[in-house]
């Protein structure tokens, strides 16, 4: 008896945008490359269009639907046509484009869209001899960027310190395809030797290899979960087929398939919360996906999205950016080929009921790292903090459904490493707190770019305000001796006893016989109160009190005078001590002080 396999995937179905939903007039690059020239958040659309010199790409508000003016205002920068552009995982308004020009640039896109040509990059990484052809973002740590160029070479970056960490020459020939396992400890490549290679970045070395597709064509492939890989490319017939992959023994796929003789390169697209994977041919007009299991045959077929507008590329919209009213688990932003024209296509789950459905919506990955780009450097590896998707049905900011220490630096849901590197646990758990809307990584991108020197203005100040108080306190000591002396500076306006006993103080003139009496003593407090200081200044009730508070100014407005002369010569020497701080150089004066 023939058995239908059960699968709540089994009719899913890709519904195309209305017309006035798309995206029209978009001049598509026509490059031959491989990538995707399209990438898309909740708020951003970016597509790589074709340019007379150099390299642009258009970024549009998701809303800004219909056609799109030739005058837009485009992101400028590039020497070389844009090979590929990658949305921060961490935030909505950063995006990294890379180049033929052999440069990674990052980007801050305004919210709201840009009203004029973007040209100031925030990050600008030099490291290639040749172009660069991917770029990938860390999938839970802030400021890691890998990328990989027609030198052969991975190199991976530190964002934040717009610096190199590792150079991976571990290649002989072009390579294909980047992809990191969900908690970024390994990445794979797919080489035009025809070897899959799984690389830890962190020490640049081959944890495994094995002989891939044996076509020549191009090849990609994709991390299932922590161990097991995907991957599509081309037969010694040249048929295409997909495979998957053990990491422990990339000798043998677990499974290999033919799907057809097309010529297009297969792009494989992972869902990790459906465990769906979509093909999507360059130059095809359908869309294949499979359902991905843990046990043999591993693959099961679902379905077919079928058009007759073949494709130029994609872009994958988050999690957090779709419909679940309408059960939508994908939607797919679809470059035409032979159209100026961007369409959006959901691909969703029938259900009648417009309840949420969290059987097909489990938590997702959110825009909270896992940890910050030194913890992973030191050898820690974290999986995304997830967040509810329902939450964010009624307009409310999504639940973080996992958590991390309360320091802020180990994350829960610390994962093993089964190639031996060492994983740090996340010791004592507390609630994630989002203090501010604007993330770790995007801060720190700013002290790069035009905010450095408030930066430094700062940390300047900060040191001022130290040495002051050094300063202030040995002169207090020093100034000690001379309160005797302080009598002849002192001019005391003794008065009738019935209006008291004058002062100035803060320049207002207060009778010790008014300023006692409870009715006004709050009103005193509050005059006598110093540059906003809460706490209430009390007036002098004896002669020595007096000449004692006295002194007490003078040396305070000497100290002044000679820190305010001392201004410039000190400002240099701050800046002097940054930039060796910079350069790994500990300056004289810190060696003291520690």
């Known amino acids: ?10 009719h899913v179905y890709g519904s195309p945008a209305r017309k006035e939903l798309c995206y029209e007039g978009i001049k598509i690059t026509k490059n031959a490359h491989d990538s995707n020239f399209c990438a898309v958040n909740p708020k951003f659309l970016a597509v790589v269009t074709e340019c007379a010199g150099g390299g642009v790409f258009l970024v549009l508000p998701l809303k800004q639907t219909g056609r799109v003016s030739n005058s837009a205002p485009r992101v400028c920068g590039h020497r070389g046509p844009v090979t590929d552009i990658k949305w921060s995982p961490f935030n909505d308004n950063i995006i990294a484009s890379c180049s033929d020009d052999t440069t990674i640039k990052i980007w801050e896109i305004p919210d709201g869209g840009m009203v004029v040509n973007l040209t100031d990059w925030l990050v600008d990484l030099h490291g290639h001899s040749k172009r660069v052809n991917y770029i990938e973002w860390h999938p839970t740590a802030e400021n890691i960027l890998l990328s990989s160029g027609a030198d052969f070479k991975c190199i991976l970056w530190n964002v934040e310190l717009a610096e190199c960490i590792q150079v991976i020459a571990a290649h002989p020939d072009t390579i294909f395809s980047i992809s990191w396992n969900r908690d970024g400890s390994l990445f794979a490549t797919m080489c035009k030797d025809k070897l899959i290679r799984v690389i830890d970045p962190r020490r640049g070395t081959v944890v495994a290899q094995g002989q891939g597709h044996t076509g020549a064509k ?19 017939m040249s048929e295409r087929q997909f495979a998957v992959w053990d990491t422990d023994n990339l000798a043998k796929p677990l499974k290999i398939e033919n799907i057809d003789s097309s010529s297009g390169v297969l792009i494989p697209y992972y869902d990790y919360d459906t465990k769906v994977v979509f093909l999507a041919g360059k130059g095809d007009g359908n869309i294949r996906y499979y359902e991905i299991v843990d046990e043999a045959p591993y693959v099961h077929f679902l379905n077919q999205y079928l058009s007759g507008s073949p494709q130029r590329g994609f872009g994958v919209m988050p999690k957090r950016g779709l419909d679940f009213q309408k059960c939508e688990i994908v939607r797919f932003y679809k470059l035409h ?14 259900r009648k009921s417009e309840i949420f459905q969290d059987d097909i919506f489990p938590p997702t990955a959110g825009l909270c790292p896992s940890m910050s780009a030194d913890d992973w450097i030191c050898g820690m590896n974290c999986d995304p903090i997830v967040m509810s998707l329902s939450e964010g049905m009624a307009g409310k900011t999504a639940k973080i459904t996992t958590c991390r220490s309360a320091n802020g630096s180990a994350r829960a849901n610390a994962s093993s490493n089964r190639h031996g590197e060492d994983s740090t646990s996340a010791g004592s758990i507390a609630p994630v707190q989002l203090t501010s809307k604007v993330p770790a990584s995007v801060r720190n ?17 900060m040191n001022k305000v130290n ?20 009598n002849e500076s002192i001019k005391v306006d003794k008065k009738a006893t019935s209006q008291g006993f004058t002062c100035t103080v803060n320049n207002n003139l207060v009778s010790t016989e008014t300023a006692f009496r409870p009715e006004n003593e709050g009103k005193i407090k509050s005059r006598l109160s110093v540059d906003g200081d809460p706490r209430p200044v009390s007036l002098p009730s004896s002669d020595f009190e007096l000449r004692k508070a006295y002194v007490e100014q003078v040396v305070e ?18 800046e002097n001590e940054v930039k060796m701080l910079r350069h790994g150089i500990i300056p004289e004066t810190t060696k003291t002080l520690s």
């Open 337 to 350: 080929t032979q159209k100026d024209i961007c369409e959006p296509l959901s691909m969703i789950v029938p």
């Open 445 to 461: 991108i700013y002290r790069l770019s035009g905010a450095e020197d408030q930066y430094i203005q700062y940390q300047e100040n």
């Open 467 to 486: 040495v002051f108080e050094t300063q202030r306190t040995n002169a207090h000591t020093q100034q000690s001796s001379r309160l005797t002396n302080a």
């Open 1 to 10: 008896m023939f058995l239908v396999r059960s699968s709540k995937f089994r």
């Open 557 to 574: 407005i000497e100290s002044l005078k000679e820190q305010l002369s001392q201004k410039d010569k000190r400002i240099v020497q701050l």
């Open 218 to 236: 191009s090849s990609k492939a994709v991390f299932l979960d922590k161990y097991r890989l995907f991957s599509t490319g081309f037969s010694k």
